[in-house]
């Protein structure tokens, strides 16, 4: 059964950084396509960012371009989301999800498997 698991959310003020990490187990993550969703308050589960099996494809919203960048260590069973120049329009719960394969999809649709979700909160 594939788990996910994410940390590193937090209070930040605008401007500030974080690094979240999402912590797989139960499955051989390098066979997986992982990704990174937000849902603030009141809005739709939407796209953050994406990375394919090997780190050959990554794929971000462009309301994050320039600002975060999605990684993995396959080896460690690990995916990574940095978080750079936080805005308060940042501001939301962050999710980790993960597919079986290695294509990226945007959609939530695309993904099976998601963790519990990590809030964060930017200040201004």
């Known amino acids: 059964q594939v788990s996910l698991v994410e940390s590193g959310g937090g209070l930040v003020q605008a401007g500030g950084s974080l690094r979240l990490s999402c912590a797989a187990s139960?499955?051989?993550?390098?066979?997986?396509?992982m990704a990174w969703f937000r849902q603030a308050p009141g809005k739709e589960r939407e796209f953050v960012s994406a990375?394919?099996?090997?780190?050959?494809?990554?794929s971000y919203a462009d309301s994050v371009k320039g600002r975060f960048t999605i990684s993995r260590d396959n080896t460690r069973n690990t995916g990574y989301l940095q978080m750079n120049t936080l805005k308060p329009e940042d501001t939301a719960v962050y999710y980790c999800?993960?597919?079986?394969?290695?294509?990226?999809?945007?959609?939530?649709?695309?993904?099976?498997?998601w963790g519990q979700g990590t809030q964060v909160t930017v200040s201004s």
């Open positions: 990375v394919t099996w090997n780190g050959g494809m990554i």
């Open positions: 139960g499955c051989t993550l390098s066979a997986y396509t």
């Open positions: 999800a993960a597919r079986l394969g290695r294509d990226y999809y945007t959609s939530v649709n695309a993904y099976l498997h």
